[in-house]
């Protein structure tokens, strides 16, 4: 029995992965975003958050391969599994986030938690945290 849900557990886990790898390969195919680019929609991070969490698919329809501008305050600031920088801008006051992933690590290594920022990305939508890549700090 133990056997068997050790080899459960690992067969979720490379499903999980693949899943997630199909997701990291997407960084490099998001819109390019520069200090010249023009997001479309500029917005709260609280409030793109609730917007994915009342209705993932309208929400796709109004900000999935856009380029968004999104203010909030960031929560955490790290490397993914695959060492890709990010930030989390507080989405919902106890779990959800905006995701946002970094070209640059010395833009990221230069914020702080806690800091008020404002970022320039592509939003990829929903997956677990609201996805936003190719950020740029505004």
């Known amino acids: 029995m133990k056997n068997i849900k050790s080899l459960l557990s ?7 992965g693949f899943g997630s790898l199909d997701e990291f390969e ?3 195919q998001s819109p390019k975003v520069t200090s010249d680019s023009n997001p479309s929609v500029t917005i709260s991070a ?3 958050y609730k917007e994915y969490n009342e209705n993932e698919i309208a929400a796709d329809e109004k900000y999935k391969g856009k380029i968004i501008e999104v203010t909030g305050v960031i929560r955490d600031i ?3 599994i695959m060492d890709n920088a990010y930030i989390t ?3 919902n006051e106890y779990f959800g986030d905006i995701q946002c992933y970094f070209n640059e690590k010395s833009v990221v290594a230069k914020l702080s938690k806690g800091k008020r920022i404002t970022v320039i990305g592509s939003c990829s939508g929903l997956m ?3 996805q936003i890549n190719n950020c740029i700090v505004r």
Request: charged content about 15%.
């Open 128 to 130: 677990i945290n609201v």
């Open 46 to 48: 609280s409030k793109l």
């Open 26 to 28: 997407n960084l490099d």
């Open 10 to 16: 690992i067969f979720l886990f490379i499903i999980i």
């Open 78 to 80: 790290g490397n993914d």
């Open 89 to 91: 801008l507080v989405g």
